[in-house]
């Protein structure tokens, strides 16, 4: 078998992901921070590891996608934390009630919006929002 027969052969949807990158699920930083996230909806206290670790690897950040998702995900965690506080306050009026839903929503499509862009290297669009 010559090198072109060995390239076909090898040619299917795992190697059509381009230079640099694996098959499957990788646990890159910002996808960990993302998992951290979401897994503080039902323990209530990774995201205080999340924010933490944005805060240690923003430093270290080797590619300018990994900025973007260290600014985007500490923006992630003080929406989340403000917004709950909020929500907690506005509990005796009634509302709080939809407020800590609303941030529990916007906490969670911003930390899957980051895993899904964390997966395929790409810089979050604009990572000083406070919105989605």
């Avoid at 795992?14 to 951290?36: A, Y």
């Avoid at 206290?45 to 240690?56: E, H, R, S």
């Avoid at 939809?98 to 911003?110: C, S, T």
Wanted: glycine fraction near 10%.
């Amino acid at each position: 078998m010559d090198d072109l027969d060995r390239m076909k052969a090898n040619s299917g949807p795992d190697t059509e992901r381009g230079p640099g990158t694996t098959p499957g699920f990788e646990f890159n930083h910002p996808t960990i921070i993302s998992l951290l996230y979401l897994a503080s909806c039902i323990t209530g206290v990774t995201a205080i590891v999340g924010v933490v670790l944005a805060y240690v690897w923003r430093g270290e950040a080797g590619g300018g996608w990994e900025r973007s998702h260290y600014q985007y995900q500490i923006n992630t965690f003080w929406i989340g934390l403000v917004g709950s506080v909020l929500g907690v306050l506005l509990l005796v009026v009634v509302i709080g009630f939809l407020v800590l839903m609303a941030v529990a929503v916007l906490v969670i499509v911003r930390s899957v919006m980051s895993l899904l862009n964390a997966q395929k290297h790409e810089p979050m669009p604009d990572p000083a929002t406070l919105w989605i």
